[in-house]
């Protein structure tokens, strides 16, 4: 059999490292591409370009912010579109894992405050301990003394708890208010496809139905 | 709701231009990249550089062929692996209408012949004409004498039919056998499943059991 012209297979096996593409979508991906204007692929790697060189950390949340982002008038580096944004609440923070679920918070339209991204979950196993996280910044945040409430919204997984609860320590002496996100049965699925511990926690979180 | 960086929006609206990538899909792509070393970025971005640079068409057979390769003595342009590799046998070609057929055949392993590919398919409808695909590089092919038969290796549709047909009757008068690939039930398919559009095909094509 004979193979591919180099070109080809290398798109093919850069495209394969990505999550869920195999060799079928691979292929297709690349000959889709081949047959597509220079000008188009063209436009594909300089956003690809874009995305290394323009994507930082903003300085006060870690969220992903453009490096072009005003970065106000205290301190050195960018800060993102929300932290920037004068019409948040201010005095409230979301602690999320990663910059995904921040931005699946802000689609939920239900959360008008400020966020902390920590970059990950403390786990011992794969060797991420609290140092490599983005703690210590966000400890600074309260030690400045306008935040009235954190809201940890972190996995409901060992892990997830597990940060949950060193967080939890760590603020507590500060007199901040610290919430977490319900956990209970997820809306519009059948109450018999969810899991055991899932139920066993919805009832132990159960509210008062107030008529 | 706030919206992704500009430098991520713009990945991902790239990427849902690609076939079968939606918009999560794209998300969870871009964030994928995002996390990426600048290097392996940069990698893809190479590969994509390259593909549109080094990828034309085999003057002989109009397969894909990496500009490097050798264009042989005669001619300019350079020919693909398949028409350099003199283990094949020159005397028949296969035509298909895209170079994905063409690969596809290869994989099978049961081909050792040569290649024509069309670059589409003849269609009044969507305004592909003869004169639209590479008929003429075709007939000039035969008409060089050495080939004994063509296989014609086209959709099993009305387009490919009707492709079949135009291509058969311009073959022809040059004396050369033209066959066309069977068509009948695939292979680990149920019978049942089948359509009876096949079946019927399949029954028309039946051959003789030899014991």
């Not at 591409?33 to 436009?43: F, G, K, R, T, Y």
């Not at 982002?69 to 929300?82: H, L, Q, T, V, Y």
């Not at 400045?144 to 967080?167: C, K, N």
Request: charged share 25%.
């Amino acid at each position: 059999m004979m193979h591919y012209p180099a070109p080809l297979q290398n798109v093919i096996e850069e495209l394969k490292k990505l999550p869920g593409v195999g060799q079928r979508t691979a292929e297709r991906l690349a000959f889709h591409l081949l047959n597509q204007p220079a000008a188009e692929v063209e436009s594909l790697r300089e956003a690809l370009r874009a995305l290394k060189e323009r994507i930082t950390l903003c300085r006060e949340c870690c969220n992903f912010a453009d490096v072009d982002g005003d970065g106000g008038s205290e301190g050195p580096g960018p800060r993102c579109a929300i932290c920037r944004d004068p019409g948040r609440d201010r005095s409230v923070i979301c602690v999320v894992s990663h910059p995904q679920e921040l931005w699946k918070i802000e689609k939920s339209g239900g959360y008008q405050g400020l966020y902390h991204v920590l970059g990950g979950l403390i786990s011992p196993l794969r060797d991420v301990h609290p140092e490599d996280l983005q703690i210590e910044s966000l400890m600074r945040r309260l030690h400045r003394g306008s935040i009235r409430e954190v809201i940890l919204a972190l996995d409901p997984t060992v892990e997830g708890e597990h940060t949950s609860l060193y967080l939890a320590r760590q603020i507590k002496p500060l007199g901040v208010v610290i919430t977490r996100i319900a956990q209970g049965v997820p809306i519009g699925r059948d109450l018999e496809f969810t899991d055991e511990a899932t139920l066993s926690r919805a009832l132990q979180g159960r509210v008062r139905v107030v008529l």
